[in-house]
């Protein structure tokens, strides 16, 4: 069914209202009298119409001031000094292997649970977060996982794990990881800000600092 306008409603309603007052004016009313109170009628019909359509434009002003407020907020994210600190980001108690409850945050949490948290071949937490240098390090049960602003988190495990903790570690001369454990054609390979260590079966590990 077709519909009508709200403005053209109002005007058919008003101007059907003057036939009404017309045909049933009485003897002692004037014609003048009535096409007067029709006018009026007519008037006050279309201020109301005008009226409605101000307050239709001023919502759709609003809506799209809101909306524009919204985008404006995605667009520009959060500019504060804590987004960028790992400690600001989501925390997590993780179960330690004692049961005990272990801290972890930010993205080091973030590449835990990425991994399969306590159920990969990490398993569980078995030490607080540490801070180190410029950057965090946390231990689990099969490895390390370490994180740092230039590098972002990677794990460590393994035999290239006890050779890069015996040359200091994240605070050693090799640094941070810069890449997950990777495979070789040999064996595995781990790479560090300033070297790499490899490993493979019966040759054992080797430490190459750059």
Known sequence: MNRIPRRRAALVAAAAAIGLVVAGCSDDQ????????????????????????????????????????????????????????????????????????????????????????????????????????????????GGIIAWSPDTDSHIVWGEIRTAWEAAGGAGGDLGFPITDEEQTPDGARSNFQFGYITWAPGAGTEVVQE
Request: charged share 20%; glycine share 12%; hydrophobic share 35%.
């Open 30 to 141: 004037s014609a003048e009298d009535t096409v007067g109170s029709a006018t009026s009628a007519v008037q006050s019909a279309a201020e109301s119409v005008a009226s409605g359509a101000e307050s239709v434009a001023s919502g759709a002003e609003s809506v799209a001031s809101g909306a524009e407020s919204a985008v404006e907020s995605i667009t520009q994210g959060d500019d504060s000094p804590e987004a960028d600190e790992p400690a600001a980001d989501r925390s997590s108690a993780v179960s330690g292997p004692d049961g005990e409850q272990v801290e972890l945050s930010g993205p080091i949490l973030q590449k835990y649970d990425e991994v399969g948290g306590a159920s990969s071949p990490l398993g569980a937490a078995t030490g607080q977060q540490e801070e180190v240098g410029d950057g965090y390090v946390a231990e689990f049960e």
